[in-house]
């Protein structure tokens, strides 16, 4: 069993910076590849980020030169921290971890979300 916990959202002004966390546990196995999804109201959940156990991220290209993805493997926590944020990059963010290497696909665990608002 598998339990992610985001913490970090909120609102924030069209250029500043927000820094989220995810919190696992249980089978410390299950969580070789964690990350970040996000999805906007009428629109499908799209990846953001990825990171496997060993440091190997993968960005969505959208964010690419202002998301930034780590992860700390003693704690089972893996951070976004969000920079020069956009209007669009309002929506609901969702942590993921999946027990394979894979840095293109979702696993089949899922935070609860949390809200991610750019506006002025």
């Known amino acids: 069993q598998v339990h992610l916990v985001e913490s970090g959202g909120g609102l924030v002004q069209p250029g500043g910076s927000l820094s989220l966390s995810c919190a696992g546990s249980?089978?410390?196995?299950?969580?070789?590849?964690m990350g970040w999804y996000r999805q906007a109201p009428g629109n499908r959940r799209d990846l953001v980020a990825h990171i496997t156990s060993g440091g190997r991220t993968k960005l969505a290209d959208s964010v690419k030169g202002r998301f930034s993805i780590s992860r700390d493997n003693a704690k089972i926590t893996v951070y976004l921290q969000m920079n020069k944020l956009k209007p669009e990059d309002t929506a609901v963010y969702y942590c993921n971890a999946n027990e394979d290497f894979d840095l293109e696909n979702a696993g089949p665990y899922w935070g609860q979300g949390i809200q991610v608002t750019v506006s002025s």
């Open positions: 249980g089978n410390r196995f299950a969580l070789e590849t």
